[in-house]
């Protein structure tokens, strides 16, 4: 029930996520602020997860090294302050996109907030709270998309919407998922002494994947807002945001296995190994629904949906876009599979050999000495995501023998 309860949390979140962009992308060059905004949360995104170090599930885990929540915020607010600085300094000096600077900036202020609640978050998964982890989703999701809509009816500016919007979701941050933790939960903000004077054993490859892992998987909206047009940096931030619900039933059939696959590992190798495709298959299956969505797509429907966009780039985007996420479920499962099996070199190196064998195309590409087609660089990450889960398969294959 909790499980279920913490999902639906998180499809909320992410359907308010979406509707931010949808609203966004509806307004007259709202595109071309959703393609700043992807372009943006490409640099954002990995830098966040650098400063973090993996904090939310160590401390979900009881092997944090702090002892306060507060300190763990207010470092975390550090690090989303930085990026927000990098970020902000890349989109100013990038020509395409400078001039939705300010707004981006906004926009970030939003993520920015998602990532103070994150530290929470493994604080309410440590003591059991998971339903205000659920209220903290549903009012992250809610408020900020609410707000936005009213702001921007009764004001007609997407400045005031956005900033408003912004002003009152880390209103609410601060309140629910910082100050209430603090002062009525104080159980629920510490970490035992015992526990912060632990050795966690955990090596740094493992405290450092959630980044790298960002890193290779944001390398492809850099590599797109770096090549292409405003407008086709736009589209593929809206079909990013759509393929959302895939990402959400990826993660839900992870988190619900994990602990099947942990006790199977240490079974029996071929039973391991069963459950590990099975599951990887039925990740598979989603992603070529959602190509076939923008295959058979009415280019009316998508006109109706996307008033100011081209029908016919929306549905090239779609289908490029799902070619390169066609592995991203199993290559997160091999993954997985070779942290269980303590393999802590192959899951750290993963990452960075996928991102390496991309970024030579991306440059290649770049420079004009290879092609800079759309279809053909999502071609690339999907070879690099094989690249990642072949390393991942042959370490389990080996580690079973």
């Given at each position: 029930?909790r499980?279920?309860?913490?999902?639906?949390g998180q499809a909320v979140?992410?359907?308010?996520q979406?509707?931010?962009?949808f609203?966004?992308?509806?307004?007259?060059?709202?595109i071309?602020?959703?393609g700043?905004?992807t372009?943006?949360l490409a640099?954002?995104?990995p830098?966040?997860?650098?400063?973090?170090?993996?904090?939310?599930?160590?401390?979900?885990i009881?092997r944090?090294?702090?002892?306060s929540?507060?300190r763990?915020?207010?470092?975390r607010?550090?690090?989303?302050?930085v990026?927000?600085l990098?970020?902000?300094?890349?989109?100013?000096?990038?020509e395409k996109?400078?001039q939705?600077?300010?707004?981006?900036l906004?926009?970030l202020?939003?993520r920015?907030?998602d990532?103070?609640s994150?530290?929470?978050?493994?604080?309410y998964?440590k003591?059991?709270?998971?339903?205000?982890?659920?209220f903290?989703?549903?009012g992250r999701?809610?408020?900020p998309?609410?707000?936005?809509v009213?702001a921007y009816g009764?004001?007609?500016?997407?400045?005031i919407?956005?900033?408003?919007?912004?002003v009152?979701v880390?209103?609410?941050v601060?309140?629910f998922d910082?100050?209430?933790p603090l002062r009525i939960?104080?159980r629920?903000a510490?970490?035992?002494?015992?526990e912060?004077?632990?050795?966690?054993?955990?090596?740094n490859?493992?405290?450092?994947?959630?980044?790298?892992?960002?890193?290779?998987?944001?390398?492809?909206r850099?590599?797109v807002?770096a090549?292409f047009?405003?407008?086709?940096v736009g589209?593929?931030?809206v079909?990013q945001?759509?393929?959302a619900?895939v990402?959400?039933?990826?993660s839900?059939l992870a988190?619900s296995n994990?602990k099947?696959?942990?006790?199977l590992?240490?079974s029996?190798?071929?039973?391991?190994?069963s459950?590990l495709?099975?599951?990887s298959v039925?990740?598979?299956?989603?992603?070529?629904?959602?190509?076939l969505?923008?295959?058979?797509?009415?280019?009316?429907?998508?006109a109706?949906?996307f008033?100011?966009?081209?029908?016919?780039e929306?549905?090239?985007?779609?289908?490029?876009?799902?070619?390169?996420m066609?592995l991203?479920?199993?290559a997160g499962?091999y993954?997985?599979?070779?942290?269980?099996r303590?393999?802590d070199?192959?899951?750290?190196?993963?990452?960075?050999?996928?991102?390496a064998f991309?970024?030579?195309?991306?440059?290649?590409?770049?420079?004009?000495?290879?092609?800079?087609d759309?279809f053909v660089?999502?071609l690339?990450?999907l070879?690099?995501?094989?690249?990642r889960m072949?390393?991942?398969y042959?370490?389990?294959s080996?580690g079973?023998?």
């Amino acid at each position: 029930m909790r499980s279920f309860s913490l999902l639906m949390g998180q499809a909320v979140w992410a359907a308010c996520q979406a509707g931010v962009i949808f609203f966004l992308s509806s307004r007259q060059d709202g595109i071309f602020l959703v393609g700043a905004l992807t372009f943006a949360l490409a640099i954002f995104s990995p830098l966040c997860l650098l400063g973090s170090l993996n904090t939310r599930n160590l401390v979900a885990i009881g092997r944090g090294k702090t002892t306060s929540l507060l300190r763990d915020v207010c470092i975390r607010a550090v690090v989303v302050l930085v990026a927000m600085l990098v970020a902000t300094v890349v989109l100013f000096l990038t020509e395409k996109f400078n001039q939705f600077t300010f707004l981006t900036l906004l926009l970030l202020v939003l993520r920015g907030a998602d990532q103070l609640s994150d530290v929470s978050a493994g604080y309410y998964q440590k003591h059991n709270n998971i339903m205000r982890l659920v209220f903290s989703y549903c009012g992250r999701g809610l408020i900020p998309l609410t707000v936005l809509v009213i702001a921007y009816g009764l004001s007609s500016s997407l400045a005031i919407g956005i900033g408003f919007s912004a002003v009152v979701v880390v209103i609410f941050v601060v309140w629910f998922d910082i100050y209430v933790p603090l002062r009525i939960l104080p159980r629920e903000a510490k970490v035992e002494e015992k526990e912060s004077l632990e050795k966690n054993g955990i090596s740094n490859a493992v405290k450092l994947f959630p980044f790298l892992d960002s890193l290779h998987a944001n390398s492809l909206r850099l590599a797109v807002g770096a090549i292409f047009s405003a407008e086709i940096v736009g589209i593929f931030g809206v079909i990013q945001t759509a393929f959302a619900p895939v990402q959400i039933f990826v993660s839900a059939l992870a988190q619900s296995n994990l602990k099947k696959l942990a006790d199977l590992s240490d079974s029996s190798g071929s039973k391991f190994k069963s459950l590990l495709n099975n599951l990887s298959v039925i990740s598979f299956l989603p992603v070529v629904a959602f190509g076939l969505f923008w295959m058979i797509v009415d280019a009316p429907l998508i006109a109706g949906i996307f008033p100011f966009l081209n029908s016919s780039e929306v549905k090239q985007v779609g289908m490029s876009f799902t070619l390169s996420m066609l592995l991203f479920g199993p290559a997160g499962f091999y993954a997985q599979a070779v942290l269980i099996r303590r393999n802590d070199k192959t899951y750290g190196i993963s990452p960075v050999a996928g991102l390496a064998f991309f970024c030579v195309f991306a440059i290649g590409s770049k420079a004009g000495v290879l092609s800079a087609d759309l279809f053909v660089m999502c071609l690339c990450f999907l070879l690099s995501n094989a690249l990642r889960m072949l390393m991942c398969y042959a370490a389990i294959s080996r580690g079973s023998k």
